[in-house]
């Protein structure tokens, strides 16, 4: 029987375009054979497993119709809230475990980088049936298939992308496609529904492509429409779109105006929008009125399906409507796939060049990424984010991107983990900080008291002066504690939550406090605000800290902007519902950016922005041990990195 090797599709850029040449000459073939009848067993003895975490009509049906078609076999598991998804099992635990049971996997998954994720695990094939926002390689390969049997190539059309071009997955795909067969592109957004940075920055970096974009109205006017749609020479894939009002002397080059060659139109992906912006979240109608402009006659109107609300059907019945087309191509494409898959044993060396390696992080903390639906913040602890150094030529800029979902984290602290030293990046530093990358001893943080609470001391301060002692620290422990008992009505409603480190030492010093005075033992929690989701434990009793109900003491040593509360209460939330939340600090430094006021202070010591505060406490020292340093709070000032960082060997 034969098997299939290791050839995972996650991306279109995974497929080269000889490739892609060669899928559609099979597609044609197997289009052919589908029209006259004629049977195929070229699968016979292969299992294809679908995996839909994602609802799904077309993708998974014609990937199981396709495999039919070739004589194989499908398990699927169309619902995976039916599956032990639903009791929690990994993604990566369940694609080994499907691997056992069949040949090929093909997975759909609401979290960006999900696929790269189960083609890691898994030792069988995966396809990628669409990743959160980001990709759905075989729905483009349907697109230009039919774009291609539409219009005779691909090279030098024009398509008009509408829609929601930010969470639109097949939209990305069909965007590096296009870039790569040397279309042209016109983005036409609705509101606020870009194309990312990270889809405009990989095509500008690997391929040296722009597009422009312009307003749904603009498009739709007569006077800025389709009729002033203008190539430039120089670049023979940049796109511009002059308006009426543009001075002449900006489009020097324009050409005559280039038709139009595909609309294709997307629906507001509103299950990736937040629930306050769904609301407000706008679209438009396209309809028979788009295609009357002199520049659009010619041009056919794709959408990937299912529509909503944007696409009228008026235009079923328009010759120049493909829509159904493109969906009915999915069998025949995704048989010539499959194909190819099976003819295909070796894998060829990847297509696109890897341009960075992968950045090791030798100490704590690791960055995670900023992206909310990024697989990295989902998949529990199995799952470390992995980063490259972002494709940004700009040396004054340190961005690394994630190798799952693509977006770039900003970084604005670093440090030496040899040395434990930490910087803030500026352009001098640039040169350094590819020599730790090769060295594997970059840190990075996102703020100084990441990098502090990590053990790392900046790279030069200021002098420094004491601003409390032991004695003045305990008694404002004391005051607080008073404070909180004299509150809270039933103190066996109460927990503690202390934001680590030095937050979670407070804590339990304000819980031996109140033991002291009221018999009462609160539970007490560590809460890790770099953690993502599982960001508080336990401290000790074992049981699962639980929130719901309770009065909570949100403790930290110092609040400054207020950035760390906010991030705090949103894992609070995120565990439960508390009856009450009260913030209890040490210092209050008053440089808040955000309306959140303690309820609790020891200390309110307003400082310079420049200046950093920093809390020293010790856990008490054991029987027998030598005395540790007492504790103490210090005020210094951050000396800002210099041209030349001394060398930290
Ligand atoms: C698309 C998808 O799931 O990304 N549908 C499809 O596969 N044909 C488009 C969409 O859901 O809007």
């Known amino acids: 029987m034969a098997r299939l090797a290791k050839y995972d599709v996650i991306s279109i850029e995974d497929l080269s375009t000889g490739e892609i040449e060669q899928i559609f000459a099979l597609a044609d073939k197997f289009a052919a054979a589908l029209e006259s009848g004629t049977p195929s067993a070229i699968a016979a003895g292969l299992i294809m497993a679908t995996l839909f ?25 169309a619902d995976m809230q039916a599956s032990s998804a639903a009791k929690g099992e990994s993604l990566a635990d369940t694609v080994r475990v499907v691997s056992a049971y069949a040949d090929l996997i093909v ?58 071009l930010k969470f639109g997955r097949t939209v990305h795909s069909l965007i590096y496609a296009l870039a790569r067969f040397g279309a042209n592109i ?23 492509y722009n597009f422009s974009t312009v307003s749904i109205d603009e498009l739709k006017s007569q006077a ?27 489009m020097p080059s324009a050409r005559p105006p280039a038709a139009l060659d ?67 191509a999915g069998v025949p494409v995704r048989m010539a796939l499959i194909a190819w898959m099976l003819e295909h044993r070796e894998r060829p060396a990847a297509p696109a060049a890897r341009i960075e390696p992968t950045l090791v992080f ?81 840190a990075v943080f996102e703020t100084v008291k990441q990098a502090e609470e990590s053990g790392y001391e900046p790279y030069r301060r200021g002098p420094q002066r004491e601003i409390m002692n032991a004695a003045e620290i305990a008694a404002a422990c004391n005051t607080i504690a008073v404070q909180i008992i004299a509150d809270v009505a039933d103190p066996t409603a109460l927990a503690l939550v202390g934001v ?32 993502g989701d599982t960001a508080i434990h336990t401290i000790e009793g074992g049981a699962d800290f639980d929130v719901n109900g309770r009065t909570i003491v949100l403790v930290d040593d ?17 565990r439960g519902r508390p009856a009450a939340v009260k913030l209890a600090v040490l210092i209050d430094r008053g440089h808040r950016a955000l309306p959140i006021r303690p309820n609790y202070v020891g200390r309110s010591i307003p400082t310079a922005r420049a200046e950093r505060v920093q809390v020293r406490l010790g856990p008490a020292a054991a029987a027998g041990e030598p005395r540790r340093a007492p504790d103490r709070v210090v005020v210094y000032s951050l000396v800002e990195s210099l041209k030349e960082p001394e060398s930290p060997a």
């Open 107 to 164: 997975v759909r998954h609401p979290y960006d980088g999900a696929a790269r994720v189960a083609a890691e695990y898994a030792p069988v094939p995966i396809i990628n049936a669409g990743d959160g926002s980001r990709e759905h390689p075989t729905q483009t390969l349907c697109d230009l298939y039919i774009l291609r049997r539409k219009k005779g190539r691909l090279k030098g059309l024009t398509v008009a992308l509408c829609g929601d």
């Open 500 to 531: 680590i480190s030095h937050g979670t030492m407070l804590a339990l010093r304000l819980r031996g406090l109140i033991e002291a005075q009221t018999g009462v033992r609160a539970p007490c929690a560590a809460l890790d605000v770099y953690g």
């Open 362 to 442: 030798k100490g704590e903390p690791e960055p995670r990424c900023v992206n909310p639906a990024c697989v990295t913040r989902h998949e529990g602890p199995y799952l470390h984010p992995r980063f490259r150094l972002a494709r940004s030529a700009n040396r004054a800029l340190l961005s690394l991107r994630c190798e799952y979902c693509e977006r770039e984290l900003r970084v604005e602290f670093v440090g030496h983990a040899t040395a434990r030293r930490y910087y803030r990046f500026d352009e001098n530093l640039y040169g350094y900080v590819r020599q730790w990358i090769d060295e594997g001893s970059l």
């Open 558 to 574: 110092v609040i400054n902007s207020g950035w760390t509360v906010q991030r705090a209460m949103t894992a609070l939330w995120h």
């Open 186 to 208: 016109v983005a036409v957004p609705y509101g606020g529904m870009n194309v990312p940075d990270y889809v405009l920055e990989r095509v500008a970096a690997e391929r040296n």
């Open 224 to 250: 800025g429409g389709l009729d002033a749609l203008y190539l430039t020479p120089s670049a023979p894939h940049q796109m511009a779109l002059f308006t009426g009002e543009m001075p002449l002397e900006r």
């Open 53 to 77: 975490y994602e609802p799904s009509t077309r993708t998974r049906l014609s990937f199981e119709s396709a495999m039919h078609r070739l004589g194989g076999a499908v398990i699927s598991s």
């Open 262 to 328: 595909a609309f294709y139109v997307t629906r507001l992906q509103r299950e990736r929008l937040a629930e306050k912006d769904r609301a407000q979240a706008g679209f438009a109608l396209f309809d028979a009125r788009a295609l009357r402009t002199s520049r659009a006659q010619e041009a056919v109107v794709m959408h990937p399906l299912p529509r909503t609300d944007e696409l009228a059907y008026e235009l079923d019945s328009d010759p120049r409507a493909v829509y159904f087309e493109q969906a009915a």
